[in-house]
């Protein structure tokens, strides 16, 4: 389910059919919530299950299993073989979800909005509410469930990847100049209307892109002023470059 630009922009959940509705939390949520339990949230939604393992340095455990038994695997189940990690994506869904969500232990899922009237969340269903979650808060998510895959090529295929990814994770270090805090910062001080007092009113998303039009837009004013004051000898200057979608940066 890829949602489009305007929905990713847009303040008001969006609505996964037999699910709940996903929403958008903006900045003062999270600033409520704390930034640190906001990242394990979504560090939780990204998990796999050889990510899942390696945690605690089963990495290689998984990557012994018969392939008939990585199929079967979940992330959902491992998930929910624990309290501690049932409470976590427990409180999880119930931070990225409108309505509230409580695990049913006796059939093993989630259910949504009051005494489950609104849906339910199964191993079949999580990794597409994961997706959607990451979707509104601008997280490229790269999980590929295995479970799904039926061509035995195809599986090979996308766990050599998901080794390759997780290599790779380890070894880059973060920007901190893309750190949530130091964005809210540059953004509230380089924009002509967002400061530090209405910027808590953005979501996630909307600040994201507020950031990388401002960036792309300041990048197109010195093209300009330096078009104005020498020309465009060589004709790479695109007039229209100002409002290029910004939603795959």
Not at 169 to 175: E, K, M, V
Request: proline share 4%.
């Amino acid at each position: 389910m890829k949602l489009s630009y305007l929905e990713l922009l847009s303040p008001e959940p969006v609505r996964f059919p037999q699910v709940g509705s996903i929403r958008a939390p903006k900045l003062r949520d999270i600033a409520v919530l704390g930034h640190d339990t906001y990242q394990k949230y979504l560090a939780l939604l990204l998990l796999e299950p050889r990510s899942f393992l390696a945690l605690d340095g089963r990495e290689e455990t998984y990557d012994q299993m018969p392939e008939e038994e990585r199929m079967r695997l979940t992330v959902f189940d491992l998930l929910l073989a624990t309290q501690e990690n049932r409470q976590l994506v427990e409180d999880a869904l119930n931070f990225f979800l409108s309505e509230p969500v409580a695990y049913v232990p006796e059939h093993h899922c989630f259910v949504t909005g009051e005494d489950g009237r609104t849906g339910i969340i199964t191993a079949s269903s999580y990794p597409q509410v994961c997706d959607l979650i990451c979707q509104r808060n601008r997280v490229r998510s790269n999980r590929e469930d295995l479970s799904r895959v039926t061509s035995k090529k195809a599986r090979g295929i996308l766990a050599k990847l998901q080794k390759g990814r997780a290599r790779k994770a380890r070894q880059s270090a973060p920007d901190n100049n893309l750190e949530l805090g130091n964005v809210i910062s540059a953004v509230a001080n380089r924009s002509s209307s967002l400061h530090m007092v209405n910027i808590w009113d953005l979501t996630v998303y909307q600040l994201w892109d507020c950031f990388y039009r401002l960036s792309n837009n300041q990048i197109y004013e010195i093209q300009a002023m330096s078009v104005a004051a020498w020309g465009d000898k060589n004709h790479t200057f695109n007039a229209a470059s100002w409002y290029q979608n910004v939603e795959k940066l």
